[in-house]
């Protein structure tokens, strides 16, 4: 990965000022610490901050065509570049460097706009051509790589992240307070808001045509599922085998580098899978890396332990000691310009970081299988909501989400009547689109109880129905689970997980992530698959198990699954206290910054001094509370 | 204080976060007002134990014992008597 930015003067010819691409540029240089590279003619702008990857010789950027009329700067990497390239040149193209971005440029010269529909890979990319004096940013299918945009006068300024940004605009920034108030809803600002007044993101599968004094936006891919019922008509061991040899190739492709590319291990099924494939399907050598938790409720080193025996990985593991969390906290608000609801991202830049210390620039993840294969327990929460909505008196359904979620530590005489008000929200109607988000995001817009009055007044607080307008119009017609995976994958996944999670905390530490899951081939043959081989009853992910049951261990395919989680409010509390946490969450501070109560938030602190803080909802407060204000300390007071 | 006074002053503070006795009412429902998750619900029941030695039996944790103020009041009652 890289970091790119650039600047259009698309409403004006003034000039192009190479020092504020410096400071814009000088923003990213975690991202690419090794090459800078500056592309300025008259109302153009482009700059690029290097990590070498691919053609570590000639791989400087930007790059351009023959005529040098065509300009680019792209971050992230084309897997299928050399076929694309061998493609090129046999039509004529003539290559001056041996990158992945060269490929882009002949690509858009040859297709025009069309060019992206023929990448698989994870990119940001902005291309200048002169010849149409247009500007054409565009961003990966599913989110994999940022971009972020914001006009400010006459100007179009982009960037891979919204602190490369910030210098540009012409007032302070501010938080965008209907962002906030999405983000404690839905986990994330609905694409393209940000967090940030007045920056805006490429939304996944866009791409945004700058010319003639207007920016045009189009979508050049989305997730589709098949009306219900239209699914493979194929048997079940056709598709398993089909769906090994996809991923057996969308690793394949992504272990393309020329520096040694290295790869996570959980010790869950999906990076069970990835070591697997990459050990007995590549001559890539199999270097892992895991990390541990003293917490043995959070822990699955034993797992892993499993796994590397097993594959006989040369491995590196960290372990995330009590102090790790609120000692990182602070940078890894910094990298991911979010309020976080958890403290998971933060032992992921302990991850990353060892990876780098390692030596290593490039790791692939399983993150994504849960999204495109069904892996994840709000998946099967909708299947029991349905089920429950089908005879809405029964008191034995709802008791079949206390299969799922054990911990919820009820003895059955009184458990559905809890049960029933906990996962009951929206059942008289679950035809509606979204109807497997409503208890989690009925259970996180608790957070906004600890509002101040001026941000209630100040804001129309989000309606669930606000969702609608990331959902396609067909989407009543797809099968409920299909429902669940898009939103799913359109929000969390995208905004949260491959973002704030993922390409955060591993640029941080000037690593790529790659994710084979993510390939859009896997993709749509997923989307076409029957949802009862995802899902088989309560069996997650049972068409991928069935595909890889010969190339990992019995005891990973049938464990249960267990989701990441490290520990949230005790990562900040006791000897984990640190003054900056009493100084964001001091009266003063909470009422200069104006987002919570003061009052409310001290009542919550004196709960968690006293040890009563233990619930869900308390340690999702904490954390959107804590993240909030550092957000606004380091982006707002201090930038 | 009143076992009343205890047990609202109680779910003002740690699950409503406010002095403010105007927002709860001795007959709202904790589940229909989502004043309570199932961690709500163990440490109403840890209250109980430790404020006022009334040990909860796995049976007694219904909504009808425990679901208001009201409620766990009468409950209270009855198992003292």
Redesign the interface.
């Given at each position: 990965m890289c970091g790119i930015a650039g600047c259009f003067q698309y409403k004006s010819s003034v000039g192009i000022s190479k020092n504020m691409l410096e400071r814009m540029i000088s923003r990213l240089k975690h991202r690419g610490p090794d090459d800078y590279g500056f592309y300025i003619n008259n109302n153009i702008g482009l700059a690029h901050s290097r990590l070498s990857i691919i053609d570590l010789n000639t791989g400087h950027q930007p790059i351009h065509n023959t005529d040098k009329s065509i300009w680019v700067v792209f971050n992230g990497e084309i897997f299928n570049y050399i076929e694309l390239r061998e493609w090129l040149e046999d039509k004529g193209y003539y290559f001056y460097t041996n990158t992945d971005t060269e490929v882009i440029v002949h690509l858009y010269e040859h297709y025009g706009i069309e060019f992206v529909k023929h990448l698989n890979g994870q990119f940001a990319i902005a291309i200048w051509d002169s010849n149409l004096n247009k500007l054409v940013l565009v961003r990966d299918r599913v989110g994999i790589v940022p971009l972020f945009y914001t006009e400010a006068d006459d100007a179009l300024f982009f960037a891979s992240e919204i602190k490369a940004i910030i210098p540009a605009l012409k007032s302070k920034p501010s938080l965008n307070y209907k962002a906030i108030d999405q983000l404690l809803t839905f986990w994330v600002p609905l694409s393209p808001m940000t967090l940030f007044e007045g920056i805006k993101e490429v939304s996944p599968g866009q791409i945004l045509e700058i010319q003639n004094s207007k920016i045009v936006s189009s979508s050049y891919w989305d997730w589709v599922y098949p009306d219900d019922n239209n699914y493979w008509c194929k048997n079940e061991n056709d598709l398993a085998e089909e769906l090994r040899e996809l991923l057996i190739d969308a690793t394949r492709i992504r272990l393309r580098s020329d520096v040694p590319v290295g790869a996570y291990l959980s010790g869950g099924l999906d990076s069970s899978v990835l070591t697997s494939i990459i050990k007995n399907f590549s001559d890539t050598p199999l270097r892992t890396f895991s990390i541990e938790f003293e917490d043995k409720g959070l822990d699955e080193s034993d797992y892993q332990r499993t796994l590397i025996k097993y594959l006989n990985t040369d491995h590196s593991h960290v372990i995330c000691q009590s102090g790790t969390i609120v000692e990182q906290f602070q940078k890894a608000i910094w990298h991911s310009e979010s309020i976080m609801l958890r403290s998971a991202p933060v032992p992921m830049s302990v991850l990353s970081n060892l990876v780098r210390e390692s030596g290593y620039k490039v790791v692939l993840t399983g993150e994504g299988s849960d999204e495109v294969l069904g892996g994840y327990d709000i998946f099967k929460e909708n299947k029991i909501r349905q089920f429950w909505a089908k005879n809405r008196s029964s008191n034995f359904r709802p008791y079949l989400l206390k299969k799922l979620y054990p911990?919820?530590?009820?003895?059955k005489?009184?458990a559905n009547?809890?049960l029933k008000?906990?996962f009951g929200i929206g059942i008289d109607d679950p035809d509606i689109p979204y109807f497997s988000h409503l208890p989690r995001w009925?259970?996180t817009s608790?957070i906004k109880?600890?509002y101040s009055d001026s941000m209630k007044s100040a804001l129309k607080v989000t309606d669930f129905a606000d969702i609608e307008c990331l959902l396609p119009a067909n989407i009543k017609n797809w099968n409920s689970f299909n429902r669940s995976q898009y939103i799913e994958s359109k929000t969390l996944m995208s905004g949260y997980l491959l973002s704030t999670q993922g390409d955060r905390m591993l640029m941080m530490n000037s690593v790529e992530g790659r994710f084979p899951f993510l390939d859009h081939r896997v993709i749509e043959f997923a989307n076409k698959l029957d949802p009862r081989l995802k899902m088989k009853v309560l069996n997650e992910k049972f068409l991928l198990k069935k595909a890889m049951r010969n190339y990992v261990p019995k005891s990973i395919i049938e464990r249960y699954k267990q989701p990441y989680r490290s520990p949230d409010i005790s990562s900040f509390v006791g000897d984990n206290s640190r003054d900056y946490i009493h100084y964001l969450l001091s009266e003063d501070k909470l009422n200069e910054f104006g987002y919570f109560?003061s009052?409310?938030?001290n009542?919550?602190r004196?709960?968690i001094s006293a040890g009563?803080a233990?619930?869900?909802?308390d340690n999702m407060a904490f954390m959107a509370l804590l993240s909030t204000q550092s957000l606004h300390e380091q982006f707002i007071n201090e930038f | 204080m009143s076992a009343e006074n205890i047990l609202r002053s109680y779910v003002l503070?740690?699950y409503?976060?406010?002095?403010d006795q105007s927002v709860l009412s001795n007959s709202d429902s904790f589940?229909?007002k989502?004043i309570l998750?199932?961690?709500?619900?163990?440490?109403i029941i840890n209250l109980l134990d430790e404020e006022f030695g009334i040990v909860v039996e796995?049976?007694e944790?219904?909504?009808e014992n425990l679901d208001s103020i009201d409620n766990i009041l009468s409950f209270m009652e009855k198992k003292n008597n």
């Open positions: 911990y919820l530590d009820l003895p005489s009184s009547s809890y008000n906990f009925d259970v608790k109880s600890f109560d009052f409310k938030v009542l919550l004196k709960k009563k233990i619930g869900y909802k | 503070e740690n409503l976060f406010t002095d589940l229909e989502g998750d199932s961690t709500g619900i163990l440490e796995d049976e944790m219904i909504p």
